[in-house]
Nanobody
Framework: QVQLVESGGGLVQAGGSLKLSCAAS????????MGWFRQAPGKEREFVAA????????YYADSLKGRFTISRDNAKNTVYLQMNSLKPEDTAVYYC???????????????WGQGTQVTVSS
């Protein structure tokens, strides 16, 4: 079993930045691919970014490339999501996910955090 705890969400003005963190426990972190998803009110959960076990080959939703950066620190069992130039449409609950396969779909992940709210005001 893996426990994931997100932090770093909050209220920010458009154009601002936030850095989300997700701390993992319960299983060897390095054995898991990690991802971030988000869900806005009334919308389906969507892929944001993912990163491989080693930290190489990060990839992103096409609409977010250049503004968001995913990274991981295997020594700290933590994955991060740096979000820059935030827009009101980035407002959502952001979820951290861990899995054996990873990828851009939720089916590639076995474990999920409780989510952290990000609100971007205009």
């Amino acid at each position: 079993q893996v426990q994931l705890v997100e932090s770093g969400g909050g209220l920010v003005q458009a154009g601002g930045s936030l850095k989300l963190s997700c701390a993992a426990s319960g299983r060897t972190f390095i054995s898991l691919a990690m991802g971030w998803f988000r869900q806005a009110p009334g919308k389906e959960r969507e892929f944001v970014a993912a990163i491989s076990r080693s930290g190489g080959n990060p990839y992103y939703a096409d609409s977010l490339k250049g503004r968001f950066t995913i990274s991981r620190d295997n020594a700290k069992n933590t994955v991060y999501l740096q979000m820059n130039s935030l827009k009101p449409e980035d407002t959502a609950v952001y979820y951290c996910a861990a899995g054996f396969y990873g990828g851009k779909t939720a089916t590639g992940y076995n474990y999920w955090g409780q989510g952290t709210q990000v609100t971007v005001s205009s």
